[in-house]
C-alpha cells in the first residue's frame, strides 16, 4: 500500500512540476513586450532577474501556505475518518524538508531559466515589434 502512494505521490508531484513550468513559462512569453519595454526605459538584467526571482518566490510561498494550512487540514481530516486502527498521526520531517527545498529551487530557477531563454531573441527593438506577431 506504500509504495501505491509514494507512487501515485511521484505521479502527481510530476504532473504539478510540468503544470508550474507551463504557468510560469506562458505568464513570461505573454509579458515579453512588457519587459522588453520596461527594459527600454532603463530596466537592468538585474533587476528584471530580481522581478522573475520575487515572482517565483511568491508562487512558492503561496503553495506552501496553502499546503501547510487547507492541505494539512484535509490530511488529518481524512486521516481521522480513515483511522481505524488507532495509529497516531505524524508528518515525516526529511521528506517534507527536501519537497520544500525542492520547491524554492525549482520556483527560483524555472522562472530565472525562462528569462534568460528570453533574452535570446534578438535585439530589444526586435523583441518589442515582434512580440504581438
Not at 505521479?11 to 504557468?23: A, D, P, S
Request: proline residues 2%.
Amino acid at each position: 500500500m506504500w509504495q501505491l502512494g509514494m507512487g501515485i505521490a511521484i505521479v502527481l508531484g510530476f504532473i504539478g512540476v510540468m503544470n508550474y513550468i507551463n504557468t510560469e513559462l506562458g505568464s513570461i512569453s505573454g509579458r515579453r513586450r512588457e519587459i522588453a519595454i520596461l527594459e527600454s526605459i532603463g530596466m537592468t538584467g538585474k533587476q528584471q532577474r530580481r522581478l522573475l526571482l520575487t515572482e517565483g518566490m511568491y508562487y512558492a510561498g503561496i503553495s506552501l501556505f496553502l499546503t501547510a494550512t487547507v492541505g494539512l487540514g484535509i490530511d488529518v481530516l481524512l486521516f481521522q475518518r480513515m483511522n481505524y486502527h488507532k495509529v497516531a498521526f505524524s508528518i515525516p520531517v526529511i521528506p517534507v524538508v527536501v519537497m520544500i527545498v525542492t520547491l524554492f529551487a525549482l520556483c527560483i530557477f524555472v522562472p530565472l531559466a525562462a528569462g534568460r531563454f528570453m533574452e535570446g531573441d534578438g535585439t530589444l527593438v526586435e523583441r518589442i515589434r515582434h512580440v504581438g506577431e
